[in-house]
């Protein structure tokens, strides 16, 4: 009989989908390490990258904020982070996802615009392209790109237990 840690976690297919179906409509938590050691917690949209439900890790995260930003001075001296994506409201409902990340800092104007406009597109998927772009291109010199890569993934889904 499989222990009830075994019965709650999610397959790779079921990580990959449940993380991006949550993109669309949720944030991330992502902690840094501030300067005292403290960790530092901020929400932010995300898009999910180079999904592989086989392959380790099954996917990157990937999502853009202000270069000056206490999370980017943070990560700038230790680009590590751990993310989490989860949801529910009672016990039987809990579902979620811890990643302990290596974060990549994007600053090349292009690939910064190109996270933008994929973070954008996804909140407001009616939206004119071009619009969406030209606001991007505007915002984007006073960003960074973050490129999250798993290198430790837990996950729990309690709907799998049928009750308590």
Known sequence: MPSRREAIRMSGDELVSYVAARAV?????VATLGPDGRP??????YVVRDTDPVATPPLRLASW????????????????????VESGQSYDELRGVSMECDVELVTDLAEVTSIGVDLASARAPGAEASAVRDLVAAQAPKR?????????????????????
Do not use: M
């Not at 530092?40 to 949209?45: C, K, Q, R």
């Not at 930003?69 to 993310?83: C, E, G, I």
């Open 25 to 29: 409509d949720t944030t991330v938590t």
């Open 65 to 84: 904020t202000y270069a000056r930003s206490q999370k980017v001075v943070n990560l700038r001296r230790d680009p590590r982070a751990t993310l989490l």
């Open 40 to 45: 530092h917690l901020v929400p932010l949209w």
């Open 144 to 164: 960074v790109g973050l490129v999250c890569t798993p290198t430790k993934i837990v996950s729990w889904d309690h709907t799998k237990l049928g009750g308590y």
